[in-house]
């Protein structure tokens, strides 16, 4: 998933500090628990895709992995999970990382977390599909390739180049619906209310009858729950919980929990996987535990600096994983057996997602950040001379 720089507030103030106190402000600590918990996330979902979906990764192993694993599989199973402690941390993280911004701030910061290392891993997919092929799908076309690489293609009815990019799609939505906030101005109040609006508007969009489909992919019940759920523990790390946030932390888990037993319940029925509804309510519910630790500070001794090291690699690994991956698997598995395979598989991912974020994802963020700003200070300029000539 995106990655996104865990750190503190570094005032707890309700108003925005001045630009000088902005320039002059020291870099705060990283929260080292939430990146643990995105490592976390992270290699549940590797796990889940090479191990526990035996529907889909019979085409790569050659055999159900059930048959190839049978006391990792019940384990792995309910790795997808992962996709929801990723969503109740962005809505934390998020939240965080756009207060005391610009609109304009976030959307620049948003936009070189998200694209460069998408971009390459698109076309390393590309690659992937067109050189290694597992023989029974059929890719994307060069069309929808390119499409892929506006981060568009849900809308605009592509294939995935990865199927895990669907979460960015999530993502993305929650970005541009929380930016109507920011542009309003992040206090407890409004975004209080955005979060009540919001999680009422996914409710809403369930009953029959609705013909307004923007709502609907602005507002999906389970995903919008989730993020309301980390913003509402977002609130309570920064102003200290009461009994609004409770009440609202306590919404946000309902409705969470209707969707996703409901949506648990039809995967088992109609696709015929393995899970137990309330496994994965169960599962779910101590990942709003943990993050909630973390939001009343009970995690604050957990300052291991290698979980930021870790960290930095969560969107590189989440992006290259599945696709490269399973050709991987494919291409090692007749050779070196099951578990060897998976065991060189993952470590090949994780190299991988090193040289991805050292090789690619860090000079292209800085050579960007430097072109913007160099750009936004000739802008500046053009706009002081017009100023002296009028």
């Not at 199973?77 to 756009?98: D, K, M, W």
Request: a positive charge.
């Amino acid at each position: 998933m995106p990655q996104t720089e865990v750190q503190v507030p570094s005032r707890p103030a309700e108003t925005a500090p001045s630009p000088r106190e902005s320039a002059s402000r020291t870099p705060a600590p990283r929260l080292h628990a939430l990146d643990a918990l995105r490592v976390v996330a992270a290699l549940a979902v590797l796990a889940f895709h090479f191990t526990g979906v035996d529907a889909a990764t019979k085409a790569n192993w050659g055999e159900n992995p059930k048959e190839l694993f049978p006391w990792l599989f019940p384990v792995t199973s309910y790795g997808s999970y992962g996709v929801q402690l990723f969503f109740l941390i962005s809505g934390f993280v998020i939240c965080l990382s756009a207060w005391d911004r610009t609109p304009g701030q976030f959307v620049r910061a948003r936009f070189l977390r998200l694209f460069p290392a998408y971009w390459f891993s698109a076309a390393a997919a590309f690659v992937v599909w067109r050189t290694l092929p597992d023989g029974s799908r059929t890719g994307p076309s060069i069309s929808e390739s390119l499409t892929n690489l506006t981060m568009l293609q849900v809308p605009l009815s592509a294939q995935h180049l990865v199927g895990a990019y669907w979460t960015l799609w999530a993502e993305l939505t929650f970005y541009l619906i929380f930016l109507v906030v920011i542009w309003k101005g992040l206090d407890y109040a409004r975004v209080s209310v955005f979060c009540w609006l919001w999680l009422l508007a996914s409710v809403l969009i369930q009953q029959e009858g609705n013909h307004v489909p923007v709502v609907g992919i602005f507002a999906q019940p389970l995903n919008t729950a989730l993020f309301v759920g980390g913003i509402a523990m977002y609130l309570m790390y920064r102003f200290g919980p009461d009994l609004k946030l409770w009440g609202l932390l306590a919404a946000s888990w309902l409705v969470m929990q209707s969707d996703l037993v409901e949506h648990a319940d039809g995967l088992r029925h109609d696709r015929g996987m393995d899970r137990q509804p309330y496994v994965a309510l169960a599962l779910v519910t101590v990942f709003y535990v943990l993050v909630l630790a973390v939001a009343l500070h009970k995690l604050d001794r957990i300052r291991w600096s290698g979980f930021a090291a870790l960290g930095a690699l969560v969107y590189p690994l989440y992006l290259l994983h599945e696709e490269l991956g399973w050709a991987l698997i494919r291409t090692l598995y007749g050779h070196l057996g099951a578990w060897s395979t998976l065991l060189v598989t993952t470590a090949c991912i994780v190299l991988a997602a090193w040289l991805l974020h050292r090789l690619v994802e860090r000079p292209s963020q800085r050579w960007l950040r430097a072109r913007l700003e160099q750009e936004a200070r000739r802008a500046a300029a053009r706009d002081r001379v017009d100023r002296s000539g009028d």
